[in-house]
C-alpha cells in the first residue's frame, strides 16, 4: 500500500545510466491530473524509486550539465517526497477495504465513508492512498485483464451544478461531452461505462464545495445519491469542516448521514506517532550533508511549527530540502527550517509546547 525508503546512501552510478528518479518517466507524464483516468492510473501504478546519492569522488567528475540534471532529479522528488503510513491514513484504508467486502454483493443501500476535518489533515492523502490500494488489490485479482476501471476521483467544482459534476465523471473516463448533451446523456454513458467497467470504488474530493443550503448544491447532492443507487461500488467523500459546514443537516443531510460513516482528521499532537512521522519524511531525503536524527531531534519544534498537521509538516520538509539544494548547502537545520514560510492555518493553529 504504503512505501517508505530507507536512509540516504551513496552508490556508483552503473555506465551509461541517466541519473534520477525519473529515468522510467516522461516529464509530460508527471504532470497528469488525477481527476482523468490516465493520470489516476500513473500515480496508482508508478512507483519510482528514489534517486540515488552519487559518492563524492563520482559528482566531482560531473559535467556542469550532468551536475544540474542530477539535481533536477532530486529537486524533483523532495516536490513528493514519501507518504507517511499515520494511523488515519491506516483507518481509512481499513475502514474503506471493509466497506468494499460488505457492498460487494448488495444489490442497494450500500453502505459509504466520509472523511472529514480542517485543512491540511491528510484528507486527500488518505483518500488516494486508499484509491492506490484497491488499484493495487484488482490488478492482483485480475492480472492481464484490461478494460477494468477499479477506481474513479473526481473532484467537485466550485459553485457546482449536477450538470457540472456528471460532466466531471464523463472527463475522468475521457467520454466525450458536447454542449448540447443533457443531463441525462451525460449520466446514462457514465453509469454505462462504469458498470461495464467493474468500477469497485468511487472517491469524490472537494465535498465542501456542496452546499445542501442552495438549490444547485441539493441537485449535486441527488446526483450523487442517483450515482451510488446505478453505480455498484463503494462511495468514498473527503471535504474540510463537512457537518460544520452542514453536510448533515435537512432531508438529504439526515439521508447521507444513515449511509455514510464519518472519519474525523484532526492534527497530531506531540506523541511518539509524530516523531515517527518525522524520522519516516527524514530518512527519505536525498541530501548529501545531512546529518542522521537531526530532524526527529527537532520533532517538538516541528510540531510547534505546524501545529501538528501533516500537510504543513511536509511541506516544511519538503520547502527546506528544495532550499538545502538550491543553495548547496545539503542539509536541513533548525535554521533552514525557519526560512521556510508555512500557511496561515498552521501557523494560527500553532500547538502549545510540549510539557
Known amino acids: 500500500m504504503v512505501t517508505t525508503t530507507g536512509p540516504a546512501h551513496t552508490q556508483e552510478p552503473d555506465s551509461g545510466r541517466r541519473h534520477g528518479w525519473r529515468r522510467g518517466l516522461g516529464r509530460e507524464e508527471l504532470h497528469r491530473y488525477l481527476t482523468t483516468l490516465e493520470g489516476w492510473r500513473e500515480f496508482a501504478l508508478q512507483d519510482p524509486a528514489p534517486p540515488d546519492l552519487l559518492s563524492g569522488s563520482v559528482l566531482a567528475d560531473l559535467t556542469p550539465d550532468e551536475r544540474l540534471d542530477y539535481d533536477d532529479d532530486r529537486l524533483d522528488y523532495h516536490t513528493r517526497l514519501t507518504v507517511a503510513a499515520t494511523s488515519t491514513l491506516r483507518t481509512v484504508v481499513h475502514t474503506g477495504r471493509r466497506l468494499t467486502l460488505l457492498n460487494r454483493h448488495a444489490i442497494s443501500a450500500r453502505r459509504g465513508l466520509i472523511l472529514s476535518g480542517p485543512a491540511g489533515t491528510g484528507k486527500t492523502t488518505a483518500l488516494t492512498q486508499f484509491g492506490k490500494t484497491i488499484e493495487a488489490i484488482d ?46 446523456d451525460v449520466i446514462e454513458a457514465v453509469c454505462g461505462v462504469l458498470i461495464d467497467a467493474r468500477v469497485t470504488v468511487v472517491c469524490v474530493d472537494e465535498l465542501h464545495n456542496l452546499s445542501l443550503a442552495t438549490r444547485n448544491g441539493a441537485e449535486v447532492s441527488d446526483t450523487l445519491k442517483y450515482f451510488s443507487e446505478r453505480i455498484p461500488a463503494t462511495f468514498v467523500y473527503a471535504g474540510v469542516d463537512l457537518e460544520a459546514n452542514g453536510l448533515f443537516s435537512g432531508t438529504r443531510g439526515r439521508q447521507i448521514a444513515g449511509r455514510f460513516g464519518v472519519i474525523e482528521t484532526v492534527s497530531f499532537p506531540c506523541t511518539e506517532e509524530w516523531t515517527g512521522l518525522v524520522s519516516t519524511l527524514e530518512q527519505a531525503l536525498r541530501l548529501h550533508h545531512h546529518r542522521p536524527g537531526t530532524l526527529e531531534g527537532l520533532a517538538p519544534y516541528l510540531h510547534d511549527r505546524t501545529g501538528g498537521m501533516i500537510g504543513s509538516l511536509s511541506h516544511l520538509m519538503r520547502g527546506a530540502a528544495i532550499e538545502a539544494i538550491l543553495d548547496g548547502s545539503e542539509k536541513i537545520t533548525r535554521k533552514s527550517l525557519q526560512s521556510v514560510k508555512l500557511d496561515r492555518a498552521a501557523q494560527s493553529r500553532k500547538a502549545k509546547p510540549a510539557s
Do not use: C, D, K
Not at 474513479?152 to 457540472?164: H, I, L
Open 139 to 184: 490488478r492482483r485479482q485480475h492480472p492481464g485483464v484490461n478494460g477494468r476501471i477499479p477506481v474513479v476521483y473526481v473532484t467537485v467544482p466550485p459553485a457546482a451544478t449536477s450538470r457540472m459534476l456528471a460532466v466531471e465523471f464523463a472527463r475522468f473516463l475521457g467520454l466525450p461531452v458536447t454542449s448540447r448533451a443533457n443531463i441525462t
